[in-house]
């Protein structure tokens, strides 16, 4: 019997490291994620008669989402959001400092490939605005 339990260490051993291994290496490609979503996305806020401009910052760490925001009209350079959900193609994006909840839906090429652009609203206070993100190169 104790020749049994030994091979079944032997053999229980390397399966162990191969799933330690897949573990870790599935981890490093989530961290690594590339998403179309990733980058910097850039349109008008026309509040009234005044475009504020602006921008998001979309970056993936861990699975993760997180955004920053720049509208030089709004005096905002760089304020990261509080919470950045990507469900489908169905995008929120919370800043609660501003009392903004940024929600807006990813449109691709046909072949369903490219992200084209985002097409949303910003809700702040009472207030809806659409807006329409395309790249920033």
């Given amino acids: 019997m104790k020749t049994a339990i030994n091979i079944t260490r032997l ?3 390397p399966l162990i490291c191969l799933l330690l291994s897949l573990h870790s ?4 490609a989530a961290d690594t994620d590339t998403s179309p979503l990733v980058g910097s996305w850039g349109g008008p806020l026309v509040i009234g008669e005044d475009d ?10 861990g ?15 760089g304020m990261p959001a509080d919470r950045v959900r990507l ?5 929120t994006v919370v800043i609660g400092r ?3 909840e940024f929600t807006g839906t990813l449109r ?14 910003w809700f702040q206070g009472s207030e809806m605005v659409p807006v329409v993100l395309r790249p920033v190169e």
């Fill in 98 to 100: 501003l009392d903004v």
């Fill in 25 to 28: 290496a599935a981890a490093l």
């Fill in 52 to 61: 504020l401009g602006l921008i998001f910052n979309f970056s993936m760490a």
């Fill in 108 to 121: 691709f090429d046909e072949a369903g490939e490219k992200l084209l652009r985002i097409d949303a609203n």
């Fill in 87 to 91: 469900n489908g193609r169905s995008l």
């Fill in 11 to 13: 053999l229980s051993f």
């Fill in 63 to 77: 699975g993760e989402y997180s955004a920053s925001v720049i509208s030089e009209g709004l005096g905002v350079y």
